[in-house]
């Protein structure tokens, strides 16, 4: 079975521009997750789809985000670009997700797209 | 607020020797706790989980945790520590629904383990 695909795997981009990510889950897994992963802030949660539907959100600005498509694959989107955007940002699937009572679920995550700002 | 703390920036320790790496949470309600593994230029890969039962749980490549309500710990060990477990390791945790933080997992900082030869 196939992993979750993160596409592009490297971006470069300048301040003030936009980028748009994309994750393609695990066959049958309904539920994505968006992570962003600096050095200074570690890990943090952007934002969780289910079902076409944003069902939790994390503490980020309104310039991110994102969206699901029936057929599960998501997008995230930055807006005005700022240099504090660069990071790692992954993407995890899973079945039903942590918040779908799914608790004994476990988040597949992708490889990452790594984002540059300039 | 809900946390994980990795009290440890790096673990050395030799080849063939039991390793453990840290992990303390403080959540409002029974934890869900994770391990994930993430090597360069990866991303994260899943070791084990618990969510009920044993206290004692096992996972992927070896490793192994102990889950201590009353210690508010979750460390991960490793009877016999490979080199090609030199990684970074993330302790997460998540809890139930209709709790703040449902529906995502809290990570720690990460601790990077190397194991030298």
């Known amino acids: 079975k196939a992993g979750v695909t993160q596409t592009p795997r490297y971006l470069i981009k300048t301040r003030g521009q936009q980028v748009t990510l994309s994750c393609s889950p695990i066959?049958?897994?309904?539920?994505v997750s968006w992570y962003q992963q600096t050095p200074g802030q570690g890990l943090q949660f952007l934002f969780e789809?289910?079902?076409?539907?944003?069902?939790n959100k994390g503490n980020f600005p309104g310039r991110f985000s994102g969206r699901q498509f029936s057929n599960s694959r998501s997008e995230m989107n930055v807006s005005t670009l700022e240099l504090g955007d660069s990071a790692l940002y992954l993407c995890a699937s899973s079945l039903s997700g942590l918040a779908g009572g799914g608790l004994t679920d476990t988040q597949y995550f992708g490889p990452g797209t790594r984002l540059t700002v300039l | 607020a809900q946390s994980v703390a990795q009290p440890e920036d790096q673990v050395n320790v030799a080849e063939g020797n039991p390793l453990t790496v840290k992990c303390t949470y403080s959540v409002s309600g029974n934890p869900y706790l994770f391990w994930y593994v993430q090597y360069p230029n990866r991303g994260l890969q899943f070791l084990l989980k618990?969510?009920?039962?044993?206290?004692l749980v096992k996972g992927s490549y070896g490793f192994e945790a102990e889950f201590n309500k009353s210690q508010t710990s979750f460390h991960l060990k490793k009877p016999s520590a490979l080199v090609s477990d030199s990684a970074l390791y993330f302790c997460a945790v998540t809890t139930l629904p209709g709790s703040s933080n449902t529906g995502k997992l809290i990570f720690g900082q990460g601790t990077t383990l190397q194991v030298k030869p």
């Open positions: 789809y289910f079902s076409e539907t944003q069902r």
């Open positions: 066959s049958g897994h309904r539920s």
């Open positions: 618990y969510i009920t039962g044993d206290n």
